[in-house]
């Protein structure tokens, strides 16, 4: 049987900070994590007034979160969404909404690579008189993250990180 793989999609993980004013846990309220109408992750708090929750999400896709079920004493229900530097990206005070409503979206953002590494790129001109105008760009996800040309000489070196 033959199947088609894509390229690896780039996931991180992210915080879902879930509280309950009372103490008593959400009550039977339940949120899923939805992104490209896939439901990722579903989440409760199940007792207390507070826990957390990891969920990982592909990076740079919408993601919805969708009330799976809706309890009772929703107004003790709360919950915040942060990024690995504790950025809120999604948060309510107070749930509303029967199954199915989206309750808040946001768009998931692994950010630049944790781990970098330097290279050095070789330049040579066979004629030595430089790359005559000609240049290099380095580019990482996007962004430019080194550039530059052999101006003179026959040969040089940078080492790009």
């Known amino acids: 049987m033959f199947a088609w793989q894509g390229a690896a999609q780039v996931t991180c993980d992210f915080t879902f900070n879930m509280t309950d004013s009372y103490g008593d846990g959400w009550n039977g309220w339940t949120y899923d994590f939805v992104q490209n109408g896939v439901v990722i992750s579903t989440q409760t708090l199940a007792s207390g007034s507070s826990g957390t929750a990891t969920v990982t999400l592909e990076d740079g896709v919408a993601c919805d979160v969708v009330v799976n079920t809706a309890g009772s004493y929703g107004s003790e229900v709360s919950f915040d969404m942060t ?8 948060s309510i005070s ?5 199954a199915g409503d989206v309750a808040a979206s946001f768009m998931p953002s692994c950010g630049p690579p944790a ?16 790359w ?6 380095f580019v990482q ?4 993250v080194g550039s530059g040309t052999l101006a003179s000489g026959s040969s040089g070196a940078v080492t790009v990180t």
């Open 141 to 144: 996800n996007g962004v430019v």
């Open 115 to 130: 781990v970098t590494c330097d290279f050095t790129f070789n330049m040579v001109d066979s004629y030595g008189d430089g």
């Open 83 to 90: 990024d690995a530097s504790g950025t809120s990206l999604a």
């Open 132 to 137: 005559n105008g000609w240049a290099y760009d």
């Open 94 to 98: 107070g749930a509303t909404g029967l």
